[in-house]
């Protein structure tokens, strides 16, 4: 469909140019220690996202906790646990907005017993901005960001070396953590890596690109979010439609309205198009899409929409619509990378309920094939006990055919989510690797596990 | 560029149906909670396209307070007939007679905390199992935590250090019998997104958010209305002001701005250029650092 349909508006009331912004999706995982919060609170401050009265409020707070310099930490510690422990515990998210872009921040602890909300955060960013202090170069926590980064399919990845103060804006110092760390990135998959020298307690290289370190030829860290491109981050080219909920109004007006709903999670879809719905391989064409404007000439992905067929076809939610000539892989039998989420540890002979886009079954660990070591990248056949905050290799198998994809390939025919039966916890999350993936060439089995 | 891409309200939008229909799919009695107020309003607008030509397939719930502003109760009867909704309004006042709870006392009762009880009894009458609320993740440190689908115990609790975790679109609306869900379709949009929203789809507002004059009093620097239920202690006053509202909650204690704002773009201009967030009008944030932490653990929406 055409942009213009979205940006163009007839209201004289609104700002066109806020109807023009697009929207990023990052994620910040890391510790105080870092320099994080001061990083957030600066981006919030510096785009005037922290009024004034969560700002008294904080130096109030800050005052009675009986702490000399005013704590940004206590901005996103949003929870009481939190604040009285002085840590992050849970994924918050933040918003804030330039004249380009409107942001939101899925800000994550950084420690290694919360890789979960880590996984989390990242599973719908766009960009991930990993911190190191430029005094201590990469250490243990970089790799472990960055692999999770990679791992959880982020395309874009920025290294702020942050503390440049604290080595007086040294070039030839942040040469060699850029050397440090693209050694160990080239053996992860991330495509797009930036490095971008800053303090975030002075400001330098933040907002606006900094006078003390003239060296750094590159864009400041809120120009270069602003301009990442990301109009290619979203698969356009594998049509796939998980059905959601049918749409059948009871009424005369619309009495043989059929409307099959759901969001598009790749490719493209329009009217006159054939398409074969799965599992069932029944074949249909395309009548109309709705969207939430009205009819629709065409539909990609992430857009919400009901499409009528030319023909009535049972189909219904959990199945899947794509086109003839380009199927995803319909099996019971899924290989998968999976990061565990309770302190109760998988148990290999136990049933699991299983979420794969708008499908849920029944499923059955068949196998633990290793468990990584996320701070080393080292695979353990020995240990295979996959516990809280772990991520490992498994065989998966369902009792109803999934319509799967890579997710290299799609993030949402890719993914899953593992349900304990008997608590209704959400216990894992799980990324498909390629159906073959044992006979797959060695480089892209690596890509495929984050590079492992 | 491609031209596959969405601007972020188009992205905000299609994220909210997606999130209603998964209720529509996932439950078998939901409700949607509607004040009158704007953020409830847009929820209802997404509700009505998620499933377009049929009608919403929930009803409208409001728990009346009895404080309400009238305006804000006169909209809401008009809205409900106008989309053809169910509408379902209990009043706190009955929960009060009942002895299911009782009025607050002290210097500024607010029947705020005692809605939790009332909405409880609602949804325990009707046994809903999932409640779609127009909360916002940028409206307070604590929503900021909140989940889309948000899971509450037999007694209505929420866990905050124990919630599901939600990764990409996958949500999980399991729950055992009794238990039910809060759901929050416009959990990513700020108060600007409403409002530009609001102002793309030319949406009627109940027009207490608009500049009128009204006689307040400044209590710490709230702004007031005039009401039976407030009484003036020593040294305080009414005096006429031209304000409006922000938000629209209790009157008891929903505070005025002072603003001249009468259009729409009067009140995006004054949104874009506020220094103060919306709930800093809201009294019953002014009670503790963790207020609605509180509130929200015992059942608040």
Redo the contacts between chains.
């Keep these: 469909m055409?942009?213009a349909l979205?940006?163009t508006?007839t209201?004289?009331?609104?700002?066109e140019h806020?109807?023009?912004?697009?929207?990023l999706r990052f994620t910040t995982a890391g510790s105080v220690d870092d320099g994080k919060s001061t990083l957030i609170g600066r981006l919030l401050y510096d785009s005037?996202a922290i009024?004034?009265?969560?700002l008294e409020?904080l130096e109030r707070?800050t005052e009675q906790r009986g702490e000399e310099t005013l704590n940004l930490a206590l901005?996103?510690?949003?929870?009481?646990?939190e604040?009285e422990q002085g840590i992050t515990?849970?994924?918050?998210?933040?918003?804030f907005?330039t004249p380009k872009?409107?942001f939101?921040i899925a800000d994550t602890p950084g420690h290694i017993q919360y890789t979960?909300?880590m996984?989390?955060g990242a599973?719908?960013a766009n960009l991930a901005i990993i911190l190191i202090d430029a005094r201590k170069g990469v250490i243990e926590q970089t790799c472990r960001h960055s692999f999770i980064a990679s791992l959880i399919g982020i395309p874009h990845v920025i290294v702020a070396v942050n503390k440049m103060d604290l080595v007086d804006f040294s070039e030839a110092r942040f040469q060699e953590i850029v050397a440090q760390y693209s050694e160990f990135a080239s053996r992860l998959n991330i495509p797009d890596i930036k490095f971008i020298p800053i303090s975030a307690l002075h400001g330098d290289n933040v907002v606006e690109n900094s006078a003390r370190m003239p060296w750094y030829q590159g864009g400041a860290l809120l120009y270069t979010l602003e301009t990442v491109?990301i109009?290619?981050d979203?698969n356009?080219i594998d049509p796939r439609f998980p059905v959601?909920?049918v749409?059948?109004?009871?009424?005369d007006?619309?009495h043989d309205?059929r409307g099959f709903?759901?969001?598009v999670a790749g490719g493209?879809f329009k009217p006159g198009d054939e398409i074969i719905s799965l599992p069932s391989g029944l074949p249909a064409v395309i009548k109309s899409i709705?969207g939430?404007e009205g009819e629709l000439a065409e539909a990609?992905?992430?857009?919400?929409v009901?499409i009528t067929l030319d023909r009535e076809i049972d189909s219904s939610?959990g199945d899947l619509f794509a086109k003839p000539h380009n199927q995803p892989v319909v099996t019971q039998d899924i290989e998968a990378m999976v990061c565990w989420?309770s302190p109760i540890k998988l148990n290999p002979a136990g049933k699991y309920?299983l979420?794969?886009a708008?499908r849920e079954t029944k499923c059955a660990v068949k196998a633990v094939r290793y468990k990584v070591n996320i701070n080393t990248l080292h695979k353990n056949t020995e240990d295979l006990t996959i516990g809280m905050n772990d991520i490992g290799r498994i065989h998966v198998r369902t009792a109803v055919p999934l319509m799967i994809d890579p997710y290299k390939r799609n993030?949402?025919t890719g993914?899953?989510?593992i349900?304990d039966e008997f608590t209704?916890?959400?216990v894992g999350?799980g990324m498909i690797m390629w159906p073959d993936g044992s006979d797959r060439p060695q480089s892209e089995q690596f890509a495929d596990m984050g590079g492992l | 560029m491609s031209s596959y891409n969405l601007t972020h309200l188009a992205q905000l939008e299609h994220e909210a149906i997606f999130v209603l229909r998964e209720v529509a799919a996932q439950f078998e009695r939901p409700a949607l909670l509607f004040s009158g107020g704007k953020d409830s309003i847009v929820m209802a607008r997404l509700a009505q396209k998620a499933f377009a030509p049929a009608k919403l397939p929930f009803p409208l719930v409001h728990v009346d307070t009895g404080h309400n502003f009238s305006e804000a109760i006169e909209y809401r009867d008009w809205f409900a007939e106008d989309v053809g909704a169910r509408l379902i309004v209990r009043y706190v006042a009955d929960s009060i007679k009942a002895g299911r709870c009782q009025e607050e006392k002290g210097l500024n009762p607010s029947r705020n905390g005692l809605q939790t009880v009332t909405l409880l009894d609602t949804i325990e009458e009707f046994k809903f199992d999932a409640c779609l609320g127009g909360a916002r993740r940028d409206e307070e440190k604590a929503r900021a935590k909140e989940r889309f689908f948000s899971h509450r115990d037999e007694f209505g609790q929420w866990d905050p250090k124990n919630q599901r975790p939600e990764l990409w679109n996958l949500f999980n609306g399991r729950k055992n019998q009794g238990e039910h869900f809060r759901v929050f379709p416009l959990s990513n949009w700020t108060e600007m997104d409403v409002w530009q929203y609001i102002a793309r789809e030319k949406l009627k507002i109940p027009s207490i958010y608009f500049s009128h004059q009204r006689r307040v009093v400044n209590r710490n620097g709230v702004l007031l209305a005039e009401s039976p239920f407030i009484t003036l202690l020593d040294g305080e006053h009414y005096e006429e002001r031209t304000v409006r509202y922000r938000t629209v909650g209790d009157s008891t204690c929903t505070g005025a701005v002072e603003s001249p704002a009468s259009t729409m773009a009067e009140i995006i201009q004054e949104v874009a250029s506020a220094r103060v967030t919306e709930r800093g009008t809201r009294a019953d944030d002014k009670r503790s650092e963790s207020s609605m932490e509180d509130r929200k653990k015992a059942g608040y929406f």
Excluded at chain 1, 11 to 15: G, I, Q, S, V, Y
Excluded at chain 1, 18 to 23: E, I, K, Q, S, V
Excluded at chain 1, 75 to 81: I, S
């Design positions: 055409s942009a979205y940006a508006s209201n004289e009331h609104t700002d806020y109807l023009a912004m697009d929207l005037k009024f004034e009265d969560t409020n707070v901005l996103t510690d949003g929870l009481r646990a604040r515990i849970d994924v918050a998210y933040r918003y907005a872009r409107k939101i979960r909300n996984v989390t599973s719908t491109y109009g290619s979203l356009h959601q909920t749409i059948r109004p009871n009424n007006a619309h309205f709903a759901g969001r493209v709705h939430p990609f992905a992430p857009m919400s009901a939610r989420f309920i979420r794969h708008t993030r949402t993914s899953f989510i349900i209704n916890a959400t999350a």
